[in-house]
């Protein structure tokens, strides 16, 4: 899983490559959306159209040189000269533009520009950015018996390839119980992930499957593909609380589970 998800990050959709889809989503946005997120503007100009232009900076502080100094002792027979000197450090200031924006006469943003999404994501914008990850408790069960729930786990980790899709590595771990055993599937994939809707995702994807009947003694290895949804009830900026729902089918095997998922996308 480690090596999918530095693979998904080497194409990352964040920063640079994500700042023109976000700065489209905040326009149309009232100014103090944006003024909740950066601030008030260090600047407004009026334009003679009514419109006005708005400018956030911030400062930064340049290291131009560290403090040092020097430290000399002669010795003779007949002398002795001691001599220290010290220089101070040099630290500059300097203003630094994070984000624009044009707002029409009724205070609504006409356009945005930030090369660092400096503001966010709007709420409810179906936009992704950077690494994801996350894990879900659940209850699984067995193509055996649709009756015997048990305790299972999911994990995933990868990253954003564009606002909406996603390469990750998932894990599934399904513990079930059927008439004559308690079956174990563990499932290893690599994953598109696909948000629709800005709260509904689906995935799919390839890997390998271990359907352990009993214990290891009776393993069996196969290819198979997994598929999942999920709905997110509570977002609160990257954070996800969802309930969500993963099935594994391979050529010996199929089993699947229902839970509640934690993840940061």
Known sequence: MRALALLALAGCYSGSRAAGDVNAAW???????????????????????????????R??????????????VDITPASFD??????????????F????????????LVRFESE??????????????????GA??????????????????GAYMGGMIGPRTALLGAYQFVNAGCEDGSPVGHTWAFAVQYWPLARL????GAGMVLDDA?????????PGILAAASFAVLRVGSLVVDVRFDSTVSTKTAFGMFGVGVNVN
């Open 27 to 57: 326009r149309g946005h009232a100014r103090v959306d944006v003024e909740a997120k950066l601030g008030a503007p260090t600047a407004v100009v009026a334009q003679a159209d009514g419109t006005s232009v708005l400018a956030w900076s």
């Open 201 to 204: 995702n689906i995935r799919g």
């Open 59 to 72: 400062t930064g502080i340049n290291v131009a040189s560290l403090p040092s100094g020097s430290l000399r």
């Open 97 to 108: 533009d994070v984000a624009k924006a044009l707002v029409d006469r009724n205070g609504m």
């Open 82 to 95: 001691f001599h220290a000197e010290a220089q101070p450090g040099v630290v500059e200031k300097y203003q």
């Open 136 to 153: 879900s408790p659940a209850f699984g069960f067995h193509k055996c018996s649709m009756r015997h729930w048990r305790p299972s786990l």
């Open 116 to 133: 660092t999404l400096a503001a966010g994501i709007p709420k409810r914008a179906n936009i992704h950015t950077g690494i994801i990850y």
């Open 214 to 222: 009993v214990w290891l003694r009776e393993a069996r290895l196969s």
